[in-house]
């Protein structure tokens, strides 16, 4: 007889016993049994820590849980003890993974990237007078077109730097957008 919670006619023991294993087919379907649920965890966790949940964010939440439950041999999904649900253990660390993704971020830590630069094209470069647009505009709204586009703060950093809330980042921004566009075509 297959217990409940059994994924793909292997109950959740075995399968966990087998992905503890380096069984590939079952770390699959460990993933296509509780993928959905991690996601949708990471999400809710981020909206509440963070205010908001990001793609990308859900994302980097989500391939960092499934990396500490595969590293080391699976040392952490072997520490589970089927003294609870599957779905409520895993919640636990999908919770400790976001809120180190937002003490991470909080702490202003960033991760150096390496960019690569493409050579450039005629179509890449800036409209004419663009530049000469964006020194005539105040020195707030070229502020925050800088951290928002060269920067790429979030609205929630900006918030921060500018010493406003983070509802009125939006509109300062489409402000000096606007502001540009108009300047741009004098």
């Known amino acids: 007889m297959i217990r409940e919670g059994a994924v793909g006619g292997i109950d959740e023991d075995s399968l966990i016993s087998r992905c503890v294993s380096r069984d590939r087919g079952a770390w699959e379907a460990f993933l296509a049994e509780h993928g959905r649920f991690l996601r ?23 391939q960092e849980v499934v990396c500490q439950l595969m590293k080391d041999g699976a040392r952490t999904l072997a520490q589970f003890r089927m003294e609870s649900s599957v779905s409520t253990w895993l919640a636990c660390v999908v919770r400790s993974v976001c809120r180190q993704i937002v003490a991470h971020r909080r702490s202003g830590a960033r991760v150096p ?3 690569v630069r493409p050579s450039l094209a005629e179509d890449d470069f800036p409209p004419e007078g663009l530049i000469d647009a964006l020194s005539r505009l105040p020195a707030r709204d070229r502020r925050i077109l800088r951290l928002f586009f060269y920067e790429g703060r979030k609205y929630r950093e900006i918030a921060g730097l500018l010493r406003i ?20 075509r004098k």
């Open 40 to 62: 949708a965890e990471a999400r809710r966790r981020l909206f509440r820590y963070m205010g908001r949940a990001d793609e990308a964010d859900v994302d980097d939440a989500f």
């Open 113 to 115: 990237l390496r960019v």
């Open 165 to 184: 809330s983070v509802n009125s980042v939006g509109p300062l921004l489409n402000r000096a957008l606007r502001a540009a566009g108009r300047l741009l």
